[in-house]
């Protein structure tokens, strides 16, 4: 504070204040299908119910998630502990880190923020879980973009990534979101954020190697995109036998890894996220 007042922290200060790798993260999320909800959501069994009464609640509901609700889990998270299921410790670090977050606009059906990266993430999470709770409405999604930027780039340039991306999380299938490369559907990303606690921590102590890492990603890079089945699975042998340093190192990590042979699991198929989640949380600056 100087004077009394809250000072506004710089971009180049909430950058600083991100885990690892000292990068603005930037969010861009907007309300999937209006108006094929405000047209069909209220239609059972045959019947339209959509009255313009019922329309224009909905139509208020989604005004005061954007222009209400994004802001108040900004500023006091505390008041969503229950409502999202956060414990102790969670309560406090989202307290203490959620307030660090800039919106840019958050109106209408769509926002725009700034924070330090991974707290930004870990909001996002939140944000859509909430947004499902507020409406209570399985056809009404979020699709978004979310990027990693030094803290110079300009708004307007920040602006047309995010738009980008999440243009590509729309045509991927919507309730998406878009990072590090993928299109990841919102019901996967607490997976795979567990995957990237876990790659941090053996990262952190040792029992993987940055370079066996983006050994992973770049096998991942080689064989996911051949359009063959066959040619796809041959990542498969060349994985196990670059996992054997793993398990020279520790048997349970080694045994956790393997999941990774099984080409349906998401873990494998949404491989660049987690792994560059946890190689940007461990980076330094």
Do not use: C
């Amino acid at each position: 504070e100087e004077g009394g007042e809250e000072r506004v922290l710089t971009f180049g200060e909430l950058a600083a204040l991100s885990k690892g790798a000292p990068y603005l993260g930037a969010l861009m999320l907007d309300a999937d299908r209006m108006g094929e909800a405000f047209a069909t959501g209220y239609r059972r069994k045959g019947r339209d119910l959509a009255t313009p009464s019922r329309l224009a609640a909905l139509s208020r509901t989604l005004e005061v998630f954007f222009a209400t609700e994004v802001l108040s889990l900004l500023e006091t998270p505390g008041r969503y502990r229950e409502r999202l299921g956060w414990d102790d410790l969670e309560a406090r670090e989202k307290a203490e880190r959620y307030p660090l977050i800039y919106s840019v606009y958050s109106g209408g059906d769509d926002l725009f923020l700034l924070g330090p990266w991974n707290v930004l993430l870990d909001f996002a999470l939140d944000l859509e879980r909430l947004y499902g709770l507020f409406t209570q409405h399985e056809g009404l999604t979020l699709s978004g973009g979310f990027i990693l930027a030094g803290p110079s780039l300009p708004i307007p340039e920040l602006s047309r990534l995010l738009t980008r991306a999440e243009k590509a999380a729309k045509e991927a299938g919507r309730g998406r979101l878009f990072l590090f490369g993928q299109a990841v559907p919102w019901g996967e990303l607490p997976g795979l954020r567990a995957w990237a606690e876990a790659l941090s921590r053996d990262l952190r102590e040792g029992r993987v190697s940055r370079a066996q890492a983006y050994r992973w990603l770049s096998l991942w890079r080689r064989f996911s995109p051949l359009e063959d089945p066959g040619e796809r699975m041959r990542y498969k042998p060349l994985l196990a036998y670059a996992l054997r340093r793993v398990r020279e190192r520790d048997e349970g990590a080694w045994e956790r890894y393997l999941r990774l042979l099984d080409h349906q699991d998401p873990a494998w198929a949404y491989l660049p996220v987690w792994v560059q989640w946890a190689l940007y949380r461990e980076r330094r600056a």
